[in-house]
């Protein structure tokens, strides 16, 4: 029998509960790094070309997503519920932006589109060894969040960070509030990928 708290039901039926839900849904990987390379394509000098923008987004939006069609076709993990999506999504992830760091190399890409690509694999080899190697519990929903925010007040300028606090701050409630993480959860994650960004930056370069 499906019991459910009368109070439970009400919250999800709150107004709260759905501004939530639309934050949650607009700040998912895929629509966070599609935004990011629509504004520094629009706003900077990153791309010098339709196709740089057309792969970097492929490889680092369109195949992550990959995960949650595998999941229903593989049948090994389409029974595993949200644990087995979570698991294909960092697969799926991990090869999307380590490609992207290849094609950067093999094009013998700018150091700012090969930072950008950096960046995003060292996030994930960051929230990989945080949720392996310790008790702790990194949210990749906040990693992906957080990196775009960075890379994009890094590479837009000062004005892109009133904006990026909004959006890290509404997203923060929103997860909290729907319980899909603890606040030491999100944090993690968002330090995943601000620390990347800063270790990388020593590595490549790149110009702001």
């Not at 708290?5 to 895929?30: D, N």
């Not at 957080?146 to 837009?156: K, T």
Request: charged share 10%; glycine share 6%; aromatic share 12%.
């Amino acid at each position: 029998m499906n019991c459910v708290c009368p109070l439970e039901q009400k919250e999800k039926g709150s107004l709260l509960h759905k501004i939530a839900k639309v934050i949650r849904g607009v700040t998912v990987p895929p629509v966070m790094v599609a935004s990011l390379l629509i504004v520094l394509w629009f706003g900077t000098n990153v791309f010098s070309s339709v196709w740089e923008f057309a792969w970097m987004l492929l490889l680092l939006a369109v195949v992550p997503v990959l995960a949650y069609i595998a999941q229903k076709l593989l049948s090994g993990f389409r029974e595993g519920g949200q644990k087995a999506q979570r698991k294909l999504a960092f697969v799926f992830s991990f090869l999307g932006y380590g490609a992207a760091v290849v094609v950067c190399a093999l094009c013998d890409a700018v150091p700012n589109q090969l930072y950008i690509a950096v960046v995003y694999l060292v996030s994930v080899v960051i929230l990989t060894a945080i949720n392996c190697l310790t008790p702790w519990h990194a949210s990749g929903h906040a990693c992906s969040l957080m990196g775009p925010l960075v890379l994009a007040s890094l590479f837009v300028g000062w004005y892109a960070i009133p904006i990026s606090l909004v959006v890290y701050v509404a997203s923060f409630w929103a997860s909290i509030y729907m319980k899909r993480h603890t606040v030491r959860e999100f944090l993690l994650g968002s330090l995943s990928s601000t620390l990347s960004a800063v270790l990388c930056y020593f590595f490549i370069h790149p110009i702001f």
